[in-house]
Nanobody, 121 residues
Framework: QVQLVESGGGLVQAGGSLRLSCGVS??????????MEWNLQRPGKERELVAS???????TYADSVKGRFIISRDDPRKSVYLQMNNLRRDDTAVYYC?????????????WGQGTQVTVSS
């Protein structure tokens, strides 16, 4: 009933940029998309928050990406984006898009399948 699909990952040199996109598709007629976020997971490590954006536009960034990454959302398109600039090797990870969605007065968290970002030296 809800699917999140990420795109935009790939291989980039250190100092370069990538833009990740994530679209929400749903058959829930009363779906209300709340906070959307990007997380990353490095091999053997736990998933961690990169950035989040609420429906009202409140934004949070991990300290490691402040000043380099920009999160934005387009509600009519049910999409969230992550502009990643000045990429570093330690940004290499699988990036997951997440969204909290309300339907029938219940909020649930949904996640995409992930997109690989690899930063080379």
């Amino acid at each position: 009933q809800v699917q999140l699909v990420e795109s935009g990952g790939g291989l980039v040199q250190a100092g370069g940029s990538l833009r990740l996109s994530c679209g929400v598709s749903t058959t829930l007629v009363d779906a209300n998309i709340g906070t959307m976020e990007w997380n990353l997971q490095r091999p053997g490590k736990e998933r961690e928050l990169v950035a989040s954006i609420s429906k009202s536009g409140t934004i949070t960034y991990a300290d490691s990406v402040k000043g380099r990454f920009i999160i934005s959302r387009d509600d009519p398109r049910k999409s969230v984006y992550l502009q990643m600039n000045n990429l570093r090797r330690d940004d290499t990870a699988v990036y997951y898009c997440g969204a909290r969605i309300e339907s029938a007065h219940r909020w649930e968290a949904y996640w995409g399948q992930g997109t690989q970002v690899t930063v080379s030296s």
